[in-house]
């Protein structure tokens, strides 16, 4: 008897073990979780790809002012050569309500749809 409680028991464990084996991974090939594990890959390649875009801009920069600081001392050009980029443009964050997109001083942008009005 003790012999078929022992097996009883160990069927059951493994029935419960494949079964939960078989569910996760059938959750794992659900059309959202393609997608989102798809996702996450391709944010993950795109930090890398990011990191190491940003890593070889760096090291043109010190390179190029390396090459410029070298250039000046063979040319006898004594102009100090800064590792700095120049600082990014900004756009306005207000519109310019007196442009001629406005009309008798609306708020609202009026397009033409005339392709060959501006030109």
Do not use: C
Request: proline residues 6%; aromatic residues 8%; charged residues 25%.
């Amino acid at each position: 008897m003790f012999r078929r409680t022992f097996w009883f028991t160990t069927g059951v464990a493994a029935g419960v073990w494949a079964t939960t084996k078989v569910n996760r991974k059938l959750r794992q090939l659900t059309p959202e979780s393609v997608a989102a594990t798809a996702a996450n890959k391709a944010l993950e390649a795109g930090h890398r790809l990011k990191d190491r875009a940003v890593g070889f801009a760096l090291d043109v920069r010190d390179n190029m002012a390396q090459r410029e600081a070298e250039l000046g001392e063979a040319l006898g050009i004594d102009a100090p050569v800064g590792p700095e980029l120049p600082v990014p443009r900004r756009h306005a964050a207000i519109e310019n309500h007196n442009s001629p997109k406005y009309v008798d001083g609306s708020t609202y942008p009026t397009y033409s749809y005339n392709r060959n009005e501006d030109h």
